[in-house]
Nanobody
Framework: QVQLVESGGGLVQAGGSLRLSCAASGRTFSTYVMGWFRQAPGNERDFVAA???????YYADSVKGRFTISRDNAKYTVYLQMNTLKPEDTAVYYC???????????????????WGQGTQVTVSS
């Protein structure tokens, strides 16, 4: 079992930036496909970004060009750099272990095996 702990959320004005971090337990971190999803009140989970074991990345169209996912396997940590934030980015952001990289790149529904408690991101207009 993997434990994931997110941090870095907060309140920011539109156009601003935040960097989310996710610390994972376990020395098998480098073997996982990692990702971020978000959920706004009353909405379903929305895929945001994923990073493969080799460092390839994939983004939802809504964040492409604004968000950057990265990982540091030595620190068991995955990051989400969010720039040019918009009010519609407001949500709870969750770090997760992604079940299948092939599903991500195929544009299929992304499934997650583990996720953290989430961190709130609020973007004011």
């Amino acid at each position: 079992q993997v434990q994931l702990v997110e941090s870095g959320g907060g309140l920011v004005q539109a156009g601003g930036s935040l960097r989310l971090s996710c610390a994972a337990s376990g020395r098998t971190f480098s073997t996982y496909v990692m990702g971020w999803f978000r959920q706004a009140p009353g909405n379903e989970r929305d895929f945001v970004a994923a990073i493969s074991r080799s460092g390839s990345t994939y983004y939802a169209d809504s964040v492409k060009g604004r968000f950057t996912i990265s990982r540091d396997n030595a620190k068991y940590t995955v990051y989400l750099q969010m720039n040019t934030l918009k009010p519609e980015d407001t949500a709870v952001y969750y770090c997760a272990v992604v079940r299948s990289w092939s599903s991500v790149v195929a544009g299929e529904r992304v499934l997650y095996d583990y996720w953290g408690q989430g961190t709130q991101v609020t973007v004011s207009s």
